[in-house]
């Protein structure tokens, strides 16, 4: 049953940092995000494009961030920094990078295919540095799902709520109606095409309450993971994500039963006298994996 | 100067010429193993009075003529004017231009802003000097070796041990008084000036021969409702002009760092109290008022409020966020030997559990029972911190000196669990050495060194390790976070120093050595 | 080559501003308040990217506590940009 095991880490919060700030990535690992997102686009003015991408293809290839996931958010495909942003950052190796204003599945391609020659040229396993897609246009959403599964290296489809609002010529409200159908089109591409789906950020840093409520309503839809602005947000998002006590004894019940049946080569999984289906097996050990980030091993750990 | 080790491997003087001879550090309580014994009680000076005699006087040199000093004497000040205090600038000038030479001064500690008493070291007015800390200009000259004699550095349990075993005997006290009678009775917690506790000063009132209550506010006698300093100790009142500069001494509340990094190092301190089994009713505990020491007394409200908890006592310098603390039912009482903000000023004369203490009481570890023997938790603050947690509060990554022991020893001695919270790195450099620059707290006393990356526990504090452990904290071994640090810092030289010139000695508060503070090259 | 003057980095703490010009031979000056520990060590890593472009040069740091990655990416960018656009490659 070990299969059923989630192997990708879990990547619930995604901090952003400003690519050009090195007071801040030095201290990137520390905060308890799941994955940093250093940042060469909106952050970094234009005059500083250059010395942002040396300053983070250096944090990314000399800096041990244990086990901190790091991504790189690059300058989109329309900008003349595309290209040589991922010259510079493909060979650092971070675990993928965010390709924003995805508006069709081209925008992904080219970016793969010039990531492939960037692996191939510095002796790289092909495909070993993945695609965030960001989608921030309403062409973008609607073409999700082509997005999706535009290339083998897109890991993860994510929501730019910023852009988005200016495309749709609305405005950002606390409850997030105005995203609600972005995110239910991101989330069910995403799910469809067997990826991790990324909430947007919330910008109010002096409204935690308001991002417990988006993060909540984000972990609902059934987002993968948010993204946080700073690192004051991450233990919100953290405990949007924190399994459900009765959920999780059941899912320790369900795990316990699944070991029970393979060892004694039964087929049927019986939990409470009940059969129990695939699906909810796995579901009960992404549970149990998921309850390890937060400190809990056992069911003993439970309160 | 014949140098011997200490317990510590350090090199210290075994006489300062012109001051003494000392004993090498041996161990925290060593002292208790030594035979020890008081100085005979001769009885106190007696000063017979006439009835309503006049004490008052605004002739600064009539003032000290008859206070009796002289050069060669020993003068007093104390630091609760923090960085607005004009007393010592007024009465240094003075004692300068009576043509006085060869003092030594005394003071409980020097303010940030004093950089004029350098001159004052360069023109021989002062020619010795006993403080907690020495800053800025001072503290560059001392380094540079502009002063001969090595200058004695103490915490202020240390300070109140060594005037009360006579190791420092001052002559002249001038203390300056935000709010006295024209008897002398004197309080901080009234007066333009106020300064709230008047700690450090009820010790020099005691001891001193002669003292001068140094005021711009004179009340109506007697002086209500509360008088920190009674008459009965105080020889002269001085009216000047102004005894400082409210804006510089009630500064505006400290506030709780919002910077990431020291919230997650309160973070990981606040966890190693919870895992301690230290945060339960009848507690007591002691933050500084760094930004980050206070953030864990934030975490520490919020959870006495959740779990219910109510503390026995707070100690030490006093916050707003302390008092707060106070007000709001989380602890019995705040014993208060310095006060540090505009909000604590005039809350002992609202509440009176909030209480001032002087400085013996806190801290000195030779009476009948200092309150910091009574302490539970500290959090304290580091320049420097070696792999054997020794900590270095007094001079710089330069080997400059700059800045104060305060209570920093005698807490961490004290409290059951001392915490010892600091960046891994500040401005690029590494907070863990090899070895640190000065000595200032022994590592012996230290229970956890607490950075953004986790937590470092002194191998020695086995119970508290497990606990950690059992909390599942971020437990690393201080070794390796060194390396983890250099690995991103690059491995610091160590700063060229002349090891043949002792500038300083850094005494423990029992009176024996820790360390000795060279001349920079 | 180093054709003009440039400067990488800021003032910011943390951070390092290197500046670099063009020289008959290399040269290096370091300011900053860790001048005691870290002197040495920056003068290593600015060597090492000089050496690495063969690029003569005077170069000053003024470090406000840069730590190494920092420091190597300043000097690398404050060089590329001395050298021009479309300069070697570090």
Not at chain 1, 114 to 119: A, F, Q, W, Y
Not at chain 1, 163 to 174: C, E, F, I, N, S
Not at chain 2, 79 to 85: K, P, T, V
Not at chain 3, 43 to 50: D, G, M, N, S
Request: charged share 25%; net charge neutral; with cysteine.
């Amino acid at each position: 049953m070990s299969g059923k095991k989630n192997t990708n880490s879990a990547c619930r919060s995604m901090l952003y940092m400003p690519g050009n700030n090195p007071g801040m990535l030095q201290h990137a690992a520390v905060f308890g995000a799941d994955s940093v997102l250093f940042d060469l686009e909106d952050a970094v003015s234009e005059r500083e494009k250059d010395a942002a991408r040396r300053l983070v293809s250096h944090f990314v290839k000399d800096v041990d961030f244990g086990k901190v996931i790091v991504t790189v958010r690059i300058n989109g495909a329309d900008t003349p920094y595309f290209e040589r942003d991922l010259k510079e950052i493909v060979p650092s190796r971070p675990a993928a990078v965010r390709v924003p204003k995805c508006h069709s599945p081209e925008d992904v391609t080219r970016a793969d295919e010039l990531m492939s020659e960037i692996e191939r040229a510095n002796n790289m396993p092909l495909g070993s540095v993945k695609i965030h897609a960001m989608l921030e246009t309403a062409h973008g959403i609607e073409h999700a799902y082509d997005i999706a599964v535009s290339s083998p290296r897109i890991e993860a489809l994510t929501l730019g709520g910023q852009d988005l609002t200016a495309d749709l010529g609305v405005q950002k409200t606390r409850g997030g109606v105005e995203f609600l159908y972005a995110r239910g089109r991101i989330v069910m591409a995403a799910k469809a095409a067997g990826l991790s789906a990324f909430d947007t950020v919330w910008t109010d840093l002096n409204d935690i309450e308001g991002l417990k409520n988006e993060a909540a309503l984000a972990v609902q839809i059934g987002f993968t993971g948010k993204a946080a602005v700073h690192p004051s947000q991450v233990d919100a998002i953290h405990e949007a994500y924190r399994p459900d006590t009765k959920e999780l004894r059941r899912a320790f019940r369900i795990v316990a039963g699944a070991e029970a049946a393979e060892r004694e080569g039964k087929g049927v999984i019986s939990v409470d006298g009940r059969m129990v289906d695939g699906p909810i097996v796995t579901r009960a050990f992404n549970l149990i994996n998921l309850a390890s980030l937060y400190g809990i091993e056992k069911e003993d750990d439970l309160t | 100067m014949k140098m011997i080790k200490n317990s510590l491997a350090r090199l210290v003087p075994e006489e300062i010429p012109g001051v003494g001879k000392f004993e090498p550090y041996v161990s925290p309580f060593a002292y208790l193993d030594r035979k020890l014994t008081s100085p005979a009680i001769k009885s106190r000076p007696i000063h017979p009075q006439a009835p309503r005699h006049d004490k008052v006087t605004s002739d600064i040199k009539r003032a000290i003529e008859r206070s009796g000093l002289e050069s060669g004497m020993t003068i007093s000040f104390h630091h609760h004017l923090r960085g607005g205090d004009a007393v010592i600038p007024l009465i240094l000038r003075a004692l300068s231009d009576m043509g006085f030479k060869n003092l030594t001064l005394a003071p409980s500690s020097l303010p940030d802003s004093h950089d004029f008493v350098a001159d004052y070291i360069r023109s021989g007015l002062v020619t010795r000097l006993f403080s907690s800390g020495a800053r800025g200009e001072v503290g560059r000259a001392i380094s540079n070796g502009e002063i001969e004699i090595p200058v004695v550095l103490r915490s202020h349990g240390g300070r109140a041990r060594a005037i009360e075993q006579g190791d420092i005997a001052i002559d002249v006290a001038f203390l300056g008084a935000p709010a006295c009678d024209k008897y002398g009775n004197m309080t901080g917690s009234a007066g333009r000036a106020a300064c709230g506790s008047l700690g450090y000063a009820q010790l020099d009132a005691r001891y001193a021969r002669h003292v001068i209550a140094v005021t711009d506010n004179i009340m109506d006698y007697p002086l209500r409702p509360r008088i920190s300093i009674p008459q009965y100790l105080v020889d002269q009142v001085l009216l000047v002009d102004s005894i400082g500069e409210a804006s510089k001494i009630a500064t505006g509340a400290v506030k709780i760092s919002r910077n990431p990094v020291d919230l997650k190092t309160a973070r990981n301190a606040f966890d190693l109290l919870k895992a301690s089994g230290l945060m339960t009713n009848g507690c007591s505990f002691q933050v500084g008022a760094g930004g980050a020491s206070l953030a864990v007394a934030a975490f520490v409200k919020d959870y006495m409020k959740e779990n219910k908890i109510k503390g026995s006592f707070g100690l030490g310098g006093m916050s707003g966020y302390m008092i707060e603390m106070l007000e709001e039912g989380y602890f019995e009482a705040m014993l208060d030997v310095q006060s540090f903000d505009k909000s604590v000023t005039d809350s002992m004369t609202r509440n009176p559990n909030h209480i001032e203490i002087d400085v013996s009481c806190y801290a000195n570890p030779f009476n009948k029972g200092c309150a910091a023997h009574n302490l539970d938790m500290v959090i304290l603050a580091a320049l420097e911190i070696d792999t054997d947690f020794n900590v270095n509060v007094q001079t710089g990554h330069d080997g400059v000196l700059r800045g104060a022991i305060g209570g920093h020893p005698d807490t961490a001695a004290g409290a059951k669990c001392a915490v010892i919270v600091a960046p891994s790195f500040r401005g690029g450099v590494p907070t863990i050495k090899e070895r640190v620059t000065t000595v200032c707290t022994p590592g012996e006393t230290i229970g956890a060194f607490v950075t953004e990356r986790g937590v470092c526990i002194n191998p020695r504090r086995e119970d508290l390790i497990r606990r950690a452990r059992d909390a599942k904290l971020p437990v690393k071994d201080i070794r390796e976070l060194k390396a983890e640090i250099e690995a991103l810092t690059g491995v610091p030289d160590k700063p060229m120093a002349d090891e043949s010139r002792v500038v300083a000695v850094v005494e423990n508060r029992d009176g024996t050595l820790l360390d000795s503070v060279y001349k920079v090259v | 080559m180093i054709i003009k003057k440039a400067q990488a980095g800021s003032l910011e703490s943390s951070d390092c501003l290197v500046t670099v010009e063009p020289a008959d031979a290399y040269s290096m000056s370091y300011s900053g308040q860790n001048e005691a520990i870290f002197k040495r060590r920056t003068e290593r890593i600015a060597l090492e990217v000089a050496e690495r472009l063969s690029a003569s040069a005077r170069v000053s740091i003024q470090d406000q506590g840069a730590i190494e990655v920092t420091l190597r990416a300043r000097i690398e960018t404050a060089f590329e940009r001395a050298m021009g656009d479309g300069g070697v490659r570090v």
